[in-house]
């Protein structure tokens, strides 16, 4: 999950440009790859969290919004704001969390 999560907040401090990777770098970093552990996986999660901390710790103005990826990522002509970025990121990774607790039950 660390590498969406990265990619949000880059987009938050640089817009859409910052989106970088197409579909299969998306799956990819929601899937453990071979050879990675679950404490390396915790460990990167935890640090791309602290530094998006201090990124919006340190963002003057919130409300500043970029124009996010063409089509079929996004509506054409959506925005989002780095006050959304979070938001978004919080609900991505309940809506994950809960798909994998289905699917260990």
């Not at 791309?48 to 340190?58: M, R, T, W, Y």
Request: proline share 8%; with cysteine; net charge neutral.
């Amino acid at each position: 999950m660390s590498p969406p999560k990265k990619r949000w907040f880059n987009f938050a401090l640089h817009g859409a440009g910052a989106m970088t990777g197409g579909f299969e770098d998306h799956l990819a970093g929601l899937r453990m790859e071979p050879g990675e552990t679950l404490a390396k996986l915790l460990a990167e999660y935890e640090a791309v969290a602290k530094q998006n901390d201090g990124l919006l710790s340190s963002r003057a103005d919130l409300n500043e919004s970029h124009p996010l990826p063409e089509p079929p990522w996004f509506e054409q002509g959506a925005r989002c704001s780095a006050r959304r970025v979070p938001l978004h990121v919080i609900t991505e990774t309940a809506w994950y969390a809960s798909r994998l607790a289905q699917s260990s039950s």
